[in-house]
C-alpha cells in the first residue's frame, strides 16, 4: 500500500512575489494532487508546537532546531505503518534540507525495505541535501529520485508530478 505523508506549512511563506500570507502550505497542496494521483492513504505531519505565523521567525525557530537537531514532537503518529511498502514524504526545503518534524515522523517507524519517494517544495533552493539526508538516516530504507517544485508554481504542477509518479 502507499502513503501520503508530508509536513506543510501556511502563513506567511517566501514567493516569488516576495512574503506572501498563504491559507493553505504549497507541500499540502502537491500532497493532495499525489494523493488524488495514487490513491494513497495520507498523513499529515503536525508539531504540537506549531511554527510561527511570520516567515522571519518560523524560519529562525527552523533553524535553531537544524542547529541542535531537536526532534519536534507530533500530535499524533502513524498507526499500522506496517501496511505501507512506498511513503510519497513531501515537505518544505529548510535550511538546505527537511524540517526536523519529518524526521521525527520517520524515526517513529521501521522503514526496513520500505522505498520512499521524496518530495519538496522551495523557492529556488531544489531538494538541497535531503535526498542524501534520507539515505544517511535511514540505510534501511530504499530511496528513490525526489522531486523539488517551486512552492510558487504548485498550481500548475500536475504534468510534473504525474510525470515522476509515472518513473516507478
Known amino acids: 500500500m502507499k502513503l501520503v505523508a508530508y509536513f506543510s506549512r501556511n502563513g506567511e511563506n517566501y514567493t516569488k512575489n516576495g512574503i506572501e500570507n498563504l491559507r ?75 524540517p526536523m518534524a519529518v524526521l521525527t515522523f520517520l524515526e517513529s517507524i521501521d522503514l526496513t525495505g520500505v522505498t520512499i519517494k521524496p518530495f519538496c517544495t522551495h523557492e529556488g533552493s531544489g531538494m538541497g541535501n535531503s535526498e542524501n539526508d534520507l539515505k544517511s538516516y535511514f540505510p534501511q530504507a530504499i530511496i528513490k529520485k525526489g522531486l523539488a517544485i517551486r512552492g510558487s508554481d504548485v498550481e500548475g504542477a500536475l504534468p510534473k508530478i504525474k510525470h515522476w509518479i509515472g518513473e516507478d
Open 24 to 98: 493553505v502550505g504549497n507541500t499540502e497542496v502537491v500532497a493532495q494532487m499525489i494523493k488524488k494521483l495514487t490513491d494513497a492513504d495520507i498523513f499529515k505531519i503536525e508539531t504540537v508546537k506549531g511554527y510561527p505565523v511570520d516567515y522571519h521567525e518560523a524560519t529562525r525557530l527552523a533553524q535553531a532546531e537544524l542547529r541542535e537537531q531537536i526532534r519536534p514532537k507530533l500530535k499524533s503518529y502513524l498507526a499500522n505503518y506496517q501496511k505501507y511498502d512506498t511513503i510519497y514524504l513531501g515537505y518544505p526545503n529548510w535550511w538546505g534540507t527537511m
